[in-house]
């Protein structure tokens, strides 16, 4: 499932941006990934059932048990005595739920953009139980339309907005933050994450860059990496997909929930050394009839808005092509075929292999 992974680094983004500040281990780290794999199967299910793709039934008993996943994964953040379990576990939930609006209460409350850093103490002695989220983002978007400069405003807002759904506002405020406050790890991958999340989760041309600039600056951090892998598996490079998402299993404890759900994403991609295009095609072949028209539909479907968003890549146009004609759709092909000359202009070899194409596949004129 590509939404296994997906949706929930949203969560991970409240995390990062803290990070300096909270000066936390390790064991964050690990736990922001597995965060975002768990809910995003949550997000990939809905969507899933919203195209009835599978029986309500069916989508409740898997939200059921990504639910008990995440909660796993949250659980599993640290090794503790037993007698501190319960703590531990009560303590990395309230993380998860109350770091946003903690965040929002003490910006609304005391926030402008000269005010040095207080101690991290200080900030967490604030009770975020009396601050109505609503009301506390209100009183920040009030207060940056006074003060568009302040960079910790958008900084705050992005990853919050995120967690509502409202992508567009995830992307201005990270871009504003990523602007007025300078280039980090976090800034650009909560900028990329925003990207993806505005683009129903393709990873655009804006955001592949923003999480390799992410990498760059920090190669160890579990984000971009994620995603930067999900970018070469919408591509059609499986190959790189594999490294990328390889690695990162790898370097995960085996004991963590979030690694094994990485690593079952693996092998359903075909994490053997032997994956190819044609590996792909058999196990296509070995689905039903009607299952073989949805898994193939559905790569189309995903190359297609891959294409639509950066449309530099001559192989992908060709697949693309040669894709809509075994589905017997010519005049997607052919539509596909005047994308793809426009979209290759400046490059005369791409348009030379697109004619060659529409030469050995009839579709000329």
Request: aromatic share 4%; proline share 6%; net charge neutral.
């Amino acid at each position: 499932m590509v939404w296994l992974i997906f949706a929930v680094l949203s969560a991970a983004a409240v995390i990062s941006v803290l990070w300096p500040l909270a000066k936390t281990p390790r064991g964050v780290a690990r736990r922001e990934i597995g965060i975002a794999i768990y809910k995003a199967q949550l997000a990939e299910i809905e969507r899933d059932e919203a195209q009835r793709l599978v029986a309500p039934e069916d989508a409740q008993g898997a939200k059921a048990e990504a639910a008990r996943r995440l909660i796993a994964a949250d659980a599993a953040n640290a090794p503790l005595p037993a007698a501190s379990k319960t703590r531990a576990r009560l303590a990395s939930a309230g993380v998860l739920i109350f770091v946003p609006v903690l965040a929002l209460s003490l910006y609304a409350t005391i926030g402008h953009p000269d005010m040095p850093d207080a101690p991290l103490a200080a900030r967490l002695d604030a009770s975020p139980a009396r601050m109505d989220l609503a009301a506390a983002i209100a009183k920040i978007e009030a207060h940056l339309a006074q003060h568009p400069d302040d960079g910790r405003g958008y900084e705050v807002l992005a990853p919050v907005y995120l967690r509502l759904g409202r992508a567009g506002d995830a992307v201005s405020a990270a871009r504003a933050a990523l602007r007025l406050l300078g280039e980090t790890p976090a800034r650009h991958a909560l900028y990329g994450e925003a990207l993806v999340a505005a683009a129903n989760g393709v990873v655009t041309a804006e955001s592949k860059q923003s999480f390799e600039a992410a990498a760059a600056r920090d190669p160890s951090a579990a984000e971009p990496r994620f995603f930067l892998g999900l970018a070469a598996e919408q591509e059609g490079d499986i190959a790189r997909a594999r490294d990328i998402w390889g690695k990162l299993a790898a370097e995960a404890p085996r004991d963590m929930p979030w690694a094994q759900a990485l690593r079952e994403r693996l092998a359903a991609l075909g994490a053997g050394p032997e994956t190819t295009q044609e590996g792909l095609a058999a196990k296509i072949e070995a689905l039903p009839e009607a299952g073989q028209m949805t898994a193939i539909r559905g790569m189309v479907e995903g190359l297609a808005a891959r294409l639509a968003q950066n449309g530099q890549d001559v192989e992908g146009w060709l697949r693309l092509v040669r894709s809509y004609t075994v589905l017997q759709e010519p005049n997607k092909a052919r539509s596909a075929l005047i994308d793809a000359k426009r979209s290759l202009a400046g490059d005369p070899s791409a348009i030379a292999r697109i004619e060659a194409l529409a030469r050995e596949l009839g579709l000329e004129g």
